[in-house]
């Protein structure tokens, strides 16, 4: 009878588990219990997979032999991909690929040139395996491709400052935006329109080119002659003032501030002070005040740009001509306080894990009091910073001097700043144009918002040294170096014109928590001994035990 009961209550077991088993494999469930919820998307992610049509196929090239860190950037990237599958229901599908599997070197150089051509960029990658110092060519990134066509996703990620462990942190926490954006940017039919206002003497088309050619990959972009504008510029769901250097009138700034009272969304990148660097050799020029009429607007909105330049110890170079060659110039590179390089940033998704970002001749910038509105620090100097008021002094002669960090004792200041908020007009109680409508004017706006920086240049590419053609925007042509200029402003714009978007997984925070050296050094012995010793120890116990036992047990039977 006890058997027949214990068989039963086997079987009933057996059963249960595996109708447990059919209902999981039915009904999935996942249950992130992770302090920062690592393992979890936000619901814009959720919400783009859950309107593809098709599957998306996502070719991540970071497979083979790699250091530990390597290691767990792969192991992230492959735990987004299965949460974005399960999201998905089955439409993103992905593979790892070794670029350097291949048998030759010529294959292999093949191989790595049609990824670059596919717009991969490869990290050389120096490590120590064994005592023996290895060098190796990665490409950490992917290829995501939908309904045919594809787009490069770099992975690694992060401010090129950080040290390398929290780079690899800063990439693993951007994974799920890097990905998502780019299936954002295959799945969306519609782009949105970016007017880029013209017409007060800006950057020509070329210096431009970087800016507009960032912009084209994801939106609709159209130069607005500002001056020539009869209607109104609710045509276009951003707008990007990019360094004008002449004044506006009254009916120009009319239709700006009914635009942003509208709703609108845009980005002023300004110049406070301008300098002719061909006089800057010798003695130097002096940089004085635009007058662009822009400041009773910028006022009224709440910030001010101080007619003014901060210098950086944490500086881009400059080149000057050091000598001839017979008749070629020696280029040397000296550090330039007048052009920051920017890696303070404010808490916010548009900077959240940002590389640096290259200045040149940039002002501080104050807020006033606008009821309404929140301002938001973005990019700041570092604490080594020294601002000049205007007439400044602009030498080449300084960078042949040592920079004191003494003088640079202004601390950090601030150079950009976002305004989101219900703005309230400049012209309210105001006269207005003779050719506004005042039948449609809007004196209290509702829900704008506004990025100004008070720098012009960072939206201006260079141009390749040997061909002279324009280089991508925040690439250094002598060096190399790639800022992250470029990104700010498209991360502006991402959140601008999508702020409950897929730019809130940027928020997504994984924290290092590294073992504590002091500890690790007091106590070390104590641990290695409990490691060690006890485990033996108790081994031992158990043995003697069980022997004192079995003598015990067996003894009555003499």
Request: charged share 25%.
């Amino acid at each position: 009878m006890n058997r027949l009961v214990n068989i039963l209550q086997f079987a009933i077991g057996v059963m249960i588990l595996v109708i447990l088993n059919q209902l999981v494999a039915r009904f999935p469930m996942r249950i992130d219990l992770t302090e920062e919820k690592r393992y979890s998307i936000s619901d814009a992610s959720i919400e783009v997979l859950e309107s593809l049509n098709e599957p998306v196929y996502v070719e991540v090239f970071l497979e083979g032999e790699m250091p530990a860190g390597f290691k767990r950037l792969q192991k992230a990237i492959k735990e987004t991909l299965d949460q974005l599958a399960y999201y998905s229901e089955g439409n993103v599908k992905y593979s790892f690929k070794d670029p350097s599997i291949a048998k030759s070197s010529k294959a292999k150089n093949e191989y790595f040139r049609s990824l670059m051509q596919r717009g991969l960029q490869p990290t050389n990658l120096n490590y120590t395996r064994d005592g023996n110092k290895t060098e190796k060519l990665i490409f950490p990134g992917a290829i995501v491709s939908y309904y045919g066509q594809e787009v490069p996703v770099l992975l690694l990620r992060g401010n090129q400052g950080a040290s390398a462990e929290e780079q690899l942190n800063q990439s693993i926490e951007g994974i799920e935006y890097e990905l998502i954006s780019a299936v954002r940017l295959l799945s969306t039919d519609v782009k949105k329109n970016i007017g880029l206002i013209v017409g007060h003497d800006e950057p020509d088309s070329l210096n431009l080119a970087g800016l507009t050619g960032a912009l084209t990959a994801k939106y609709n972009v159209f130069k607005v002659k500002l001056p020539e504008r009869t209607k109104d510029l609710s045509l276009y769901d951003a707008i990007i003032l990019p360094k004008p250097t002449t004044v506006f009138d009254d009916r120009e700034k009319y239709l700006l501030d009914q635009y942003i009272m509208n709703g609108g969304k845009a980005l002023f990148f300004i110049d406070a002070l301008r300098v002719n660097m061909d006089s800057a050799s010798g003695e130097g020029t002096f940089a004085f005040p635009y007058e662009l009429g822009l400041d009773d607007m910028l006022f009224k909105y709440g910030v001010r740009i101080n007619r003014n330049f901060v210098q950086d110890v944490y500086s881009g170079e400059f080149p000057i001509v050091a000598g001839m060659t017979g008749d070629q110039p020696q280029i040397r590179m000296l550090p330039w306080p007048f052009f920051p390089t920017i890696n303070t940033f404010g808490d916010h998704p548009i900077t959240k894990n940002l590389d640096g970002i290259q200045m040149r001749f940039v002002s501080t910038i104050d807020t006033v009091k606008a009821v309404g509105v929140v301002k938001t620090p973005l990019l700041m100097t570092s604490a080594y910073s020294l601002v000049s008021s205007s007439p400044v002094k602009v030498s080449f002669n300084e960078l042949q001097k040592n920079l004191d960090p003494k003088r640079f004792n202004a601390g950090s200041q601030v150079v950009a700043y976002l305004l989101k908020g219900d703005f309230t007009s400049m012209f309210k109680n105001r006269i207005l144009p003779s050719d506004a409508d005042k039948s449609t004017f809007v004196a209290d706006g509702k829900d704008a918002m506004i990025l100004v920086c008070a720098d012009g240049d960072m939206i201006r590419n260079e141009f390749d040294l040997q061909s002279g053609e324009p280089l991508e925007l925040g690439l250094n042509p002598y060096n190399q170096q790639k800022f992250a200029n470029a990104d700010f402003v498209l991360n502006t714009l991402d959140y601008m014109l999508n702020e409950e978007g897929v730019i809130t997984s940027k928020s997504k925070e994984i924290k290092i928590r590294p073992l504590d050296k002091v500890k690790i050094g007091d106590q070390k012995l104590r641990w290695q001994l409990l490691n060690l010793v006890l485990p033996i120890l108790l081994l031992i116990l158990y043995g003697a035990l069980r022997v004192y036992l079995r003598k015990k047990k067996y003894a009555n039977f003499k």
